[in-house]
Each structure stands twice: as C-alpha cells, then as structure tokens.
C-alpha cells in the first residue's frame, strides 16, 4: 500500500476531495468515503500532468476516461480542465449504472457537473463509438477493467487519436497484474515515452504516463 494519509488535504485540487480525504485516516476510513481511489499523491500526479498538457487553443480538448466509478478521478480531471481555462470535457465511461449516478451526486458536490460528460456503456464498444466521432484526443486515462486484454484493446481503440495531437494515455494501478503487462506490451509494440512512478496509488501502486515519441 503507497496510499498517504498523514498530509496537508488543502494540497489536493478540489475542495470537497479534500474533505473527504480529510475524514480518511485509515484504510476503513478511506473505503467508506472514497473506495479503492487513487488517492494522494496519486491525485495531483493525475491532476497536474493533465493541467500542464493543456493550454488554450481554439479547438475543444477531449479528455476521455474509462472507469468511472464513483468519479474521483473524474473530479480531479475536471478541476484540472475548469483551472486550465480551456474549452472541452472529460468524457467518462462506466459499465455499472449505479456506479455512475454516484458519480453525477459526487461531480454536482465537488461543483464540477459541468465539465464532465457521463456514459454507461462497456468501455470497448463506447471508445470504438467516440474514435468515430472524434480526430484526436489529448489525454486518456485508461482505468476500467485491469484485464491484460481489455487494457490492450482500450489502448489499441485510442492510439491512432492520441498519435494525432501528440496526447498522452494514463494508466493506475501498474506494477503488477494485467496492467503492468499491459504497459509492456504497448512499450515493445508502441515505442513512445513512458514513464512509471512506481510509488503512487494503491491496491496495486503504480502510475504510467505514455506518450508517443
């Protein structure tokens, strides 16, 4: 477990993240209010390495997530959007209905509704749906099923729109299991820069942030 608790929860980038994270003290705690989440510093990684990728353009940016859930992730995403002073919106997937209308409750709480476009469909078959739809996309945060196959598939569907804006794909949870061969994978068959920060996250720890050479 990387997870941080003992922090300054004013260092996260969303007030009600912050006192979420505030009544978790523990690992119990944090279950309850938050889930298996990324966490800090997790969370400002996520944050910061999109707010930096994002400058003003004339174009919409597209920021594409798989794995809702209960949509901390998303509001770290969507802070980072609304602070970057760009137009666009995150675009998150989520097979599990329940799931995602409480992420609708925590969005409208952390005052990020806005931003942030919701969609119950298996990840797969809604990327395959959006790459239609869209030229390129700027950032994807690859967090549904950690399946090796399934995590290859996503990144297979987002490539080629990734490629086209020089973008960036996130992934969590990647020292081990499906994901950590899913990323090898992709750095064999892919090339790009990849980096790992091995000691973010929990449950497994790991973040990898690819970009195309």
């Not at 004013?10 to 119990?28: D, K, Q, W």
């Not at 919106?89 to 992420?103: Q, S």
């Not at 598939?153 to 299991?177: L, M, Q």
């Amino acid at each position: 477990m990387r997870r941080m608790f003992e922090y300054d929860h004013t260092l996260l980038p969303n007030r009600y993240l912050a006192e979420l994270e505030a009544r978790s003290n523990n690992l119990v705690e944090t279950v309850k209010n938050t889930g298996l989440s990324m966490g800090y510093p997790s969370w400002n990684l996520l944050y910061y390495m999109l707010l930096c990728s994002l400058s003003p353009k004339k174009r919409e940016v597209i920021i594409v997530e798989t794995g809702t859930n209960q949509g901390f992730s998303t509001i770290v995403l969507a802070q980072a959007l609304k602070d970057a002073g760009v137009q666009g919106i995150v675009h998150t997937v989520d097979i599990d209905e329940r799931m995602v209308e409480r992420a609708k409750e925590n969005l409208a709480k952390a005052g990020l509704s806005q931003y942030v476009k919701f969609n119950v469909q298996d990840s797969l078959q809604y990327l395959k749906q959006l790459v239609s739809e869209v030229e390129y996309i700027d950032f994807a945060f690859l967090d549904s099923s950690h399946n090796y196959d399934h995590v290859r598939k996503e990144f297979k569907i987002v490539y080629h729109r990734v490629v086209a804006c020089n973008g960036k794909v996130y992934f969590d949870n990647t020292t081990s299991g499906g994901v950590a061969k899913a990323i090898r994978y992709i750095h064999e068959n892919h090339g790009g820069n990849m980096i790992e920060f091995a000691n973010c996250s929990w449950s497994p720890p790991g973040n990898v942030i690819w970009q195309p050479e």
